[in-house]
């Protein structure tokens, strides 16, 4: 990078790294890249990413929005944006992110260690530790200052926080280009910018559903397990009721686990407390063992009179499903013969269940597709 | 589900204690306002009003016949009541079980059918909808 284009930086506040002497225009670095064509391949590259899905923070247009403690940049001095600041960094998203890319831009030293990330999970657990990278090695050339670092993390699963380390060392010299010998001394200044999905990216191939969770193959596997585990084709005393977790586990993958009680029915079915679920819990997934309309002949159940299967006034839960999850603040889905019931997480209450559920038939009727 | 049909089911012996004898039994029916009253109302006004192949295949089932919203009532007439509790009693529990006060929600729809919940009433993890004719003769229930 060369001195003139350090002032062209700072200017455009994207560097700042701050030469004395810099009034004196130096002749451009014919043979490295310069730092603003690269920033531009960056913004290309945010631009790019963005459009396949993306989100980035600060300025895209997200539903996540982060908070910066104590701000989002590290300046030794002479800054632009803000009073210097040179302490470690914590960042923490308003929800869990996935596929995190970290993107460093402004102006630091070369032959210097380029500070790092470290990101956390839902539950605090440290996940993931990276030193950044030279987005672009020919950016240092002979001025031994570069504007762009980053790093693309590799943990699968949610991310809610994180922190930086700076690059390091905060101040150094910054050389005219050859054949002056004249070096001044410069300082780092460097913000960032976070790009990731704001939903977990699905991992079934087909017959998708746009429910974040539904269409990770974990959670199909949870409730055709749990299905499985429901004998829904035997005779009807003999089903079962199934319930279980779509829980993160340690690695950011998606798995599940099952819980069957001897006191379950084909009627009713328990849940472990939460604090118990391995890894972090996204979603109780259960069944109800059989077909819209159903009926449900005495005693089975205890019934005394028979029933017919009603999917009409909750949209699929019952009551007791609906008041029971709503407190967990967790999605929940539910399976019969014939559809998947998906729940938000949150403000569903027993007079809006009818609207707020999402109904997916395990079968596309339009694709002919099968979820289930 | 978490299973919490144990702290119903205590709660039913607690409200049949205070509320022995058998023959002090009351029946409560409530008012439109009430959110249970709004949740089978309306599912009841769906079921009843729908014009798709799936609204016809329930309407058949629940044996409930197509009508206007306008001819669906919440109704909190006493004799209406107490004929409901007795009916929906004799529907959910086996012959000889003594009566015990409940909160219903009794839904008219149109001249002949009846629709009766006692909300604290659960089998497994589901409610028991009854569906009545005009003369309280049980029909059939639904559940979910």
Known sequence: ?372 | MLNVSRYFFSLNLLMAAVSSPAWAQTYTCVPSTDENAQVLYNAVVSIVTGTDSQAVLTRSAYQLPAVAASKVSVVTTASVCKNAGDAYHAAVTPPGTPPISRTLVVIKVGTTRFVVLDPNERTGEFRNNIVFDSRWTFLIGFTG
Request: aromatic share 10%; proline share 9%; charged share 15%.
């Open chain 1, 1 to 372: 990078m060369s001195r003139g284009r350090l002032e062209h930086l700072i200017r455009v506040c994207t560097v700042v790294v701050v030469a004395a002497g810099c009034a004196d225009p130096l002749p451009p670095n014919a043979m490295a890249p310069d730092s603003a064509a690269i920033r531009a391949l960056n913004v290309k590259r945010v631009a790019a990413a963005t459009s396949d899905g993306r989100c980035t923070l600060p300025g895209g247009t997200c539903g996540v929005t982060f908070t910066a403690t104590p701000a989002n940049y590290y300046c030794a001095t002479n800054c632009i944006n803000g009073p210097a600041q040179t302490s470690l960094i914590t960042v923490v998203f308003s929800k869990p992110i996935y596929q995190l890319i970290v993107i460093g831009s402004g102006g630091f030293f070369c032959s210097g260690d380029y500070g790092g990330v470290t990101v956390h999970n839902a539950h605090g657990d440290v996940v993931e530790q990276r030193g950044f990278t030279l987005t672009s090695q020919d950016d240092c050339g002979w001025d031994n200052v570069s504007c762009c670092l980053g790093d693309t993390l590799q943990f699968p699963g949610g991310i809610t926080s994180l922190e930086i380390t700076p690059p390091q060392p905060w101040t150094g010299d910054v050389c005219y280009p050859p054949p002056s010998d004249t070096c001044n001394p410069g300082y780092v200044s460097i913000w960032y910018s976070y790009s990731f999905y704001e939903k977990r990216p699905p991992t079934v191939s087909d017959c998708l559903t746009g429910d974040e969770l539904l269409d990770q193959q974990a959670m199909r596997d949870l409730l055709r397990t749990a299905w499985d585990s429901s004998h829904a084709s035997d005779v009807p005393a003999s089903r079962r009721e199934t319930n279980g977790y779509l829980f993160e586990d340690s690695t950011g993958a998606l798995n599940f686990s099952l819980y069957q009680y001897p006191t379950d029915t084909p009627c009713n079915s328990s849940l472990p407390a939460l604090s118990n679920v391995p890894g972090i819990p996204l979603a109780p997934g259960h069944t109800h063992p059989f077909a819209p309309r159903d009926t449900l002949f005495p005693p089975l159940c205890g019934f005394t009179t028979p029933r017919v299967y009603d999917t009409v006034t909750y949209g699929g839960a019952s009551d007791l499903d609906i008041t029971a999850m709503g407190g967990d603040m967790l999605p929940f889905y539910i399976l019969d013969k014939n559809n998947i019931y998906a729940y938000p997480a949150i403000g569903v209450t027993l007079v809006n269940a009818h609207s707020m559920v999402r109904t997916y038939p395990r079968v596309d009727p339009s694709t002919g597709c099968t979820r289930l």
